[in-house]
């Protein structure tokens, strides 16, 4: 069997097995709990397996929508394991996940009823992203190790992920002035912007006369996301897409997380750093390598009509799927060889989630967001 067909069935077979009653867990057996950023990547894939999956997306939302604060917060995770079962906030993601799940599974399903029987709960989230909204312009700050790279690198004030996550909500949910403003603050303002010409810098916070508060590093998902959500306008897409090909970001598979990783004599390093995975070059978040962010460069290729590259970065995105154990949470941004071999190694669900939307959008030639 064509090695990218295997790769799409197994990935099918990975959310079966991240399937519970309660949702789509991140990993099987390793991450017991259903993540909202995970839950809700993993459906992006998941919702074009005709009606397969519905009911776990579903469940999803429900599980997240439940343990939502009170002043609007969608809990990171709702762990399974813990009796009763226990949620953790502290992310800002989460809640633009959230809604975009909504969307999305309104989309797919041609169902509008969960939508509308969370509306007050969209509201209520939205209500809570704008509170993090210190400077009034509709750019949203967080604090470090407030989304997906929950430990490294250090991330703080307007991040690009965080951007481009609320800059397709805004849209979704048809605040366009504002997401003009945020579109024209990133790309075009030299206090508060974060485009840099070639790519999008990871974040930037304060400026004090000559000193700068910034990141100067790749961030590959925030990058690609910006692409994909139209942040980003075509030219800035072709060099966002120039830069990872010139610096082999994509190499040996795709995608590593940042680019270049940060070492100890990096200015950007931290002492907390020595107690994360994180610490070694080329290791978990620090330019290790995640397959899950290489199906949205696939995706982005795609929507740029880069269909060879596509083809050929989708066939070594299965290649990385299927090493042992498959839909690895990372691997080795040097060698390409899984990284941690424990519990938490394989049947990782939005692995497998976007490749079979990478998988599905490939065949049509069309970016299926």
Not at 42 to 51: C, P, Q, T, V, Y
Not at 58 to 85: C, F, M, W
Not at 131 to 148: F, H, S
């Amino acid at each position: 069997m064509e090695i990218t067909k295997e790769a799409y069935y197994l990935a099918i077979n990975v959310l079966e097995k991240c399937s519970t009653p309660c949702g789509f867990r991140a990993a099987f057996p390793g991450y017991d709990g259903i993540w909202s950023r995970d839950a809700n990547i993993i459906s992006l894939g998941a919702s074009l397996i005709d009606d397969k999956f519905k009911k776990t997306f579903r469940e999803s939302i429900e599980t997240l929508g439940k343990y939502q604060s009170k002043k609007g917060q969608i809990p990171n995770a709702v762990l399974l394991h813990d009796k009763p079962k226990k949620a953790d906030y502290k992310s800002i993601d989460s809640t633009l996940w959230f809604i975009i799940g909504h969307y999305i599974y309104k989309k797919r399903y041609q169902d509008a009823k969960l939508f509308k029987k969370h509306k007050s709960k969209i509201k209520k989230a939205l209500i809570w992203l704008s509170y993090q909204d210190m400077n009034e312009d509709n750019i949203l700050e967080q604090l470090p190790t407030t989304d997906w790279q929950d430990a490294f690198p250090h991330r703080y004030g307007a991040t690009i992920n965080t951007q481009a996550l609320y800059y397709f909500v805004l849209n979704l949910t048809n605040q366009k002035q504002k997401a003009r403003q945020l579109k024209k603050i990133v790309n075009t303002n030299k206090e508060d912007g974060l485009w840099n010409g070639s790519f999008y810098i990871p974040w930037r916070w304060k400026n004090h006369n000559k000193y700068r508060e910034m990141g100067l590093w790749f961030d590959s998902l925030g990058n690609l996301l910006a692409i994909l959500f139209n942040l980003a306008d075509k030219e800035q897409a072709k060099k966002i897409l120039a830069h990872i090909k010139k610096d082999r970001i994509a190499s040996p598979y795709p995608m590593k997380a940042i680019y270049p990783p940060i070492r100890k004599t990096s200015k950007e390093w931290e002492d907390y750093f020595k107690d994360a995975a994180s610490r070694a070059p080329y290791h978990y978040l620090n330019a290790g390598i995640w397959t899950y962010i290489g199906g949205f460069y696939v995706l982005a290729l795609i929507k740029n009509k880069k269909f060879t590259d596509a083809k050929k970065q989708l066939a070594l995105l299965a290649e990385a799927n299927l090493k042992k154990p498959i839909f690895s949470e990372w691997l080795d941004g040097k060698t390409g060889k899984v990284g941690a071999k424990d519990k938490f190694a394989g049947n990782q669900g939005w692995n497998a989630g976007i490749y079979i939307l990478a998988y599905e959008s490939l065949k049509k030639r069309k970016v299926l967001l």
